[in-house]
DNA sequence: CACAATTGCGCAATCGATTGCATAAATATT
DNA sequence: AATATTTATGCAATCGATTGCGCAATTGTG
């Protein structure tokens, strides 16, 4: 805080000889105060460089004006890339918004999120930890009220609004399309099976298998927590199978060129003798050679559409939930694009 | 805000019969009150779900306990990582970080800015946008001795704390390295040029030149924004000279990739025929093939160090300012490796 | 011209937590 | 036992902006 103590609305009022009530009315150009009488606040406002003390109104209405978002990791394209979009939305709409990340970490986010409440932020936006928790922490927000909105990572069992894009039609498209680029024995990388978005992708995944008459063969699909290690891990442990898989649906793009680059070590190519198709299209995939084939999940669209959907509740108390599913996209890339389509 | 208006010190102190000071010195643990009517209260209140209403608290303690960060793009690796250093150490001393991008446009600088005073954020770190201005909104700050901590792109006319990387031996390093790779006609791809950073690569660039013997040809740098497409127009561009060069350094990874990819597609091979070197390390430019030998700055560790030095500047009002110099890295890769060292 | 309606502004309480000073009670000192 | 000291707590002002209510001055109406 400062140490010369900034001009408020009472100086301008002693100054001016008027009252502080009618400065601040003036200052909202409440028509109550005549023409003339605001003129001289603004302009004396202005050459003193006032700036309205925004905590002491935020206290007096009971308003932060401020919405809080977590994600597990800031510095990973998709979150920032949502962070980046709520960020938007919310500054035209006059809010602040405060960040803060999980780490995935349970008790990170427990203490993150009563820090927020703490701060009487007017909603949270959250994608929650991958290490599960019981959630008390974001049922107190239901609880007394506080707008609250899942985006991604949600929870099944709190009852708001919810965004997601949709996973399993993400997960079946990209099943179906190693089908049809002629893989037979297809695998799966998932991620935890405590998070529904990766349980989406699995269930599309089976549900693509099925529609083809391709049986379900559990021993294909590998529960891990999706690091650049356990990409290599999985694909050391699938190719050492008696059977091993000819392609795999990785649950993200960091183990998709993992995987990648480990087959490509052991001499096999991709796309002609093993399929490779990632999960959310981080910067990279396009780049990398050979290219991944991956699902585009618009962050940045998601991340205006949760502020949307906060503001909504914020300022129209809006009361009804409703979860939104983003359409999610196949791009097909060099990876899985053994027919050249 | 909550509808259902949370308990307050009062309902506390009302419940148990005391006064609001009372309570509010329990949970402070301050010793002039007792145990056993500290105990009282902060079982009451825990049975009571109260927390403190920030808010208040901050209205009366004159700090927000929130620290600004302004950049110019909230989903760029760099800037998120610096991002998350900064969240890391706040969070652990307790100060909510709220953020803001620029856009790199001056207008919605100077407004977010002005919208951090109002909030009355207890520091500042910045990295201003490329499109200049006065920086008015900036020497605020440091006339009412509010702390303020510039990291990468700095304003020379304002003395406070900054943190860059050794952006000068950055160019230096690169330049030296292509020469050494027996590159003989060297390009540069710099920034706008009222930004220190690019300047200080250029210099870094001319000197290695110099300290090489060889003269300086101004037609081979070119000052653009280094977006994508600047990247392909200045490549194209310089390939087109009568006397093309035979390698560049690019002011950022991104136009490293696109000159990479356009030249590539016009058959020149990389870095047989042509060494390029990038900046920033983004995480692309390791998978890329060829793989992009640049610059790594230490994003996460910038962040770290700027939120250090401006919690000194507010819980220690440290006065005297420094400027911290932080080392960069050369990473070869195969985009200029051509000796394979 | 008397009364009503409108306009312009101020008083004082409020939001919730903090803190200097005062007071009361308990304990220690001589 | 009388005074000094320590311990425990309360009173009331404060941070800066907001707002319901009331009052006075101005303008309008019959």
């Known amino acids: 805080m400062h140490k010369k103590s900034e001009p408020t609305i009472h100086d301008i009022a002693r100054e001016l000889k008027i009252s502080a009530s009618t400065v601040s009315r003036a200052l909202q150009n409440n028509p109550r105060i005549s023409l003339k009488t605001r003129e001289r606040i603004i302009s004396l406002a202005d050459s003193m460089g006032y700036r309205p ?39 035209k709409a006059g809010y602040n918004v405060v960040i ?50 899942f985006f991604d990572r949600t929870v099944a069992e709190i009852d708001t609004n919810k965004i997601v894009v949709d996973d399993f039609m993400g997960g079946f ?23 529904q978005t990766y349980l989406d992708r699995k269930n599309g995944y089976i549900e693509a298998l099925s529609k083809n008459g391709i049986s379900y063969d559990e021993s294909l699909v590998i529960n891990n927590s999706l690091t650049t290690e356990d990409g290599v891990n999985a694909v050391q442990y699938l190719m050492n199978l008696p059977n091993p898989p000819d392609a795999i649906f990785c649950g993200n793009d960091t183990t998709a060129l993992s995987s990648m680059i480990y087959l490509r070590d052991k001499g096999i190519r991709i796309p002609e003798d093993f399929g490779i198709v990632g999960f959310s299209n981080e910067p990279f995939s396009k780049v990398v050679s050979p290219s991944i084939s991956t699902i585009a999940q618009p962050g940045f669209l998601m991340g205006q559409k949760a502020a949307e959907l906060i503001l909504n509740q914020i300022e129209h108390k809006e009361k009804s939930f409703k979860t939104l599913v983003l359409p999610t996209e196949l791009i097909v890339r060099e990876s899985s694009n053994r027919k050249k389509v």
């Open 53 to 91: 003390n925004i905590m002491a109104s935020n206290l007096r209405n009971k308003r932060s004006n401020t919405i809080g978002i977590v994600v597990p990791l800031i510095n990973r394209y998709f979150f920032s890339a949502v962070i980046s979009g709520v960020e938007e939305v919310a500054f």
């Open 100 to 149: 803060s990340q999980s780490n995935d970490l349970a008790n990170k986010e427990i203490s993150i999120v009563h820090s927020m409440f703490a701060n009487r932020v007017d909603g949270l936006i959250i994608s929650i930890a991958m290490q599960p928790t019981n959630y008390e922490h974001l049922k107190i927000f239901r609880k007394k009220n506080i707008p609250l909105v």
């Open 173 to 195: 498209r990209v099943t179906q399309h190693l089908i049809e680029q002629g893989y037979k024995r297809i695998g799966h990388m998932a991620g935890p099976q405590n998070l």
